[in-house]
């Protein structure tokens, strides 16, 4: 498989490109279309937002954006991988070496202590447990945690889980960082410390960064600012000045 490079960015930037996504589920006796013939795509460096109510789609967008959930129709390009034609195992090894993942649950194991929470997973990736220690210890100290780092998750409040989360998602560099409703347990001090990890994630590590939520104060820390609805994409805006012109789907600009 193509090993993609930060050196082999395309020029416009893009990391992930999906077109024409569907998505149905039966439920009983009828099917429900979650996803209707949806394009999205997600730039390295942007923390794109993908707003919407409840029940809109997002997490099954998140889904099929990352190789968790094949679509019953369409293409997702991620660095240059058309990643739903690859066979599973490639799909497995492709979210494990260029995505990260964060969830609202938090997601982490409650035996291990923070330091562990992220070397096994850098481990998982190859590196020699010296090596994944080292990692693990500097992406924490970059969330903020250098003195919970052998702290288990009961030890910890919901603020600093999810910042264990985050440093476990960024330790691998990816990438592709996925966010579903990373602040939805948590209250707004430490929702901001979040979504600034994440902002910082895209900016700092040139990640692209999708975060889908329905906390509407979020929206200030975006890029770019996605609403779904139903779904389907409504609007698609930049709240960066310079790129500002910049529009996809052919929808509404409302501006920023
Ligand atoms: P959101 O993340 O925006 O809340 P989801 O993508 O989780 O929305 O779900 C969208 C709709 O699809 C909801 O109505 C949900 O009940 C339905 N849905 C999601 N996953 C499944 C599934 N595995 N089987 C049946 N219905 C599902
Ligand atoms: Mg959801």
New binding site residues.
């Given amino acids: 498989m193509k090993r993609p490079q930060a050196s082999t960015r395309p020029a416009d930037g893009v990391a992930l490109r999906a077109t024409g996504l569907s998505k149905r589920?039966?439920?009983g006796r009828t099917f429900?279309e979650?996803l209707k013939d949806v394009d999205f795509d997600a730039r390295h460096g942007d923390l794109t937002m993908v707003m919407?109510?409840?029940?809109?789609?997002?997490?099954?967008?998140?889904?099929a954006l990352s190789g968790l959930l094949r679509p019953d129709a369409g293409a997702v390009t991620a660095l240059g991988q058309e990643l739903w034609t690859l066979p599973s195992g490639k799909i497995d090894r492709f979210r494990l070496d260029y995505c990260g993942f964060i969830f609202q649950g938090f997601n982490l194991f409650p035996a291990l202590t923070a330091v562990q929470q992220v070397t096994t997973v850098l481990k998982y990736k190859g590196l020699d447990p010296e090596e994944a220690k080292k990692k693990a210890i500097i992406s924490l100290n970059e969330v903020g945690l250098a003195s919970r780092l052998n702290q288990r998750p009961s030890e910890l409040s919901g603020g600093e889980k999810q910042r264990v989360a985050i440093a476990r998602a960024l330790a691998k560099d990816p990438q592709l960082l996925f966010a579903?409703?990373p602040t939805s347990a948590l209250d707004g001090e430490n929702g901001q410390i979040v979504i600034q990890l994440l902002q910082r994630a895209a900016k700092q590590h040139g990640a692209a960064v999708i975060c889908?939520t329905?906390d509407p104060r979020l929206e200030a820390y975006a890029d770019r600012v996605i609403h779904?609805e139903d779904?389907r994409i409504l609007d698609d805006r930049r709240r960066t000045p310079e790129t500002k012109s910049t529009v996809d789907h052919g929808a509404t600009f409302i501006g920023a």
Avoid: M, N, Q, R
């Avoid at 919407?52 to 889904?63: I, Y």
């Fill in positions: 589920f039966k439920t429900i979650v919407g109510p409840s029940g809109s789609g997002k997490s099954t967008l998140v889904a579903d409703e889908v329905h779904i779904g």
